[in-house]
């Protein structure tokens, strides 16, 4: 198995580092280690599910122009967006929730143009801003809803029973 062999490939690892480091190092606010792993699974299964939708049964684009899974499409895929989700969980704030909801919709916009930009990401039928209310509304509704549902205390008690 070759390493860094995809064009834009640098820029995925890149992704992958700084967003795992990032969730290991963050002060916990909303969340303990285990709302950590679980928001993590949780968001990291909705990433797969929805690209195996939209770039595989669909066709809509191209990971490292193959058709196929590589060992860095399978990183990308389960890290990056359940990294920045659980960062977006943790530090979440309901009286802010529009602003946070924005700056993380923002935040992945930029990162999937950086994607397309650096050549590892092919559009087929799909524009890059076709993402932005899909984020939107998971940043918006679904995020802070399973953060009620997945409050310390309910973890806690999962602990503890």
Known sequence: MEFMRY???????ILVIISVFTVLLMPKKNLTWIGVFITLGVAGHLTWISDSLVGGAFDLFDLAKKNTIELSDAFLISFVPACISTIYV????????LIFSSIFTLLSFVLEIGLVKVGYMENKNWETWYGIPVY?????FFFPWFLGLLSKKLVKNLLLN
């Not at 943790?90 to 929730?97: A, R, V």
């Not at 939107?136 to 918006?140: G, S």
């Open 7 to 13: 064009e834009g490939e640098w820029y995925v690892w």
């Open 90 to 97: 943790n530090f979440y704030n309901f009286k802010k929730g």
């Open 136 to 140: 939107f509304i998971f940043y918006r």
